[in-house]
């Protein structure tokens, strides 16, 4: 793992729910978790990484802490953070806003499956 630096960043975090696990984007698909316990471990104790290891999550991480306030550290100081040509993006986990994204996009499917049927139905290209 290559050292980094972070991007400067005028983020309002005020009304983001803090809890213990961080999820992480944009990082390398060459990062371990080994690299990822050297780069966030420094904030605190880690209880457990979860590395992306499929198509879908490759470049993605989740990070729990023992204590809301390392994550806290570990957001503050690693959220923009340059790391391998790339800038990691680091979030506090929202278990709630995934549900409604994945709603959301079930509903999108099912439109746009309605949408086809429709122009198949009526001859429309």
């Known amino acids: 793992m290559s ?6 960043q005028d983020v309002h975090t005020a009304d ?6 961080l999820y992480i984007k944009n990082l390398p698909y060459s990062i371990t978790g080994e ?4 780069l966030f471990g420094k904030y605190g104790a880690i209880r457990q990484i979860r ?14 802490y023992e204590i809301v306030n390392d994550s ?3 957001f503050d100081n690693l959220n923009g953070f340059h790391l391998n040509e ?9 278990p709630e806003k995934q549900a409604q994204i994945a709603m959301k ?3 999108l499917a099912k439109r746009e499956e309605e949408l086809a ?6 001859d429309i290209a």
Not at 16 to 21: A, G, K, Q, V
């Open 35 to 38: 690299d990822l316990y050297d």
């Open 16 to 21: 983001i729910p803090r809890n213990r696990i």
């Open 117 to 122: 049927a429709f122009k198949r139905a009526n």
């Open 51 to 64: 590395l992306g290891n499929t198509k879908e999550t490759r470049g993605t991480a989740y990070v729990v």
């Open 86 to 94: 790339r800038y990691i993006v680091v979030m506090y986990h929202q």
């Open 72 to 74: 806290k550290q570990a």
């Open 3 to 8: 050292s980094g630096t972070k991007l400067g």
């Open 105 to 107: 996009q079930a509903e």
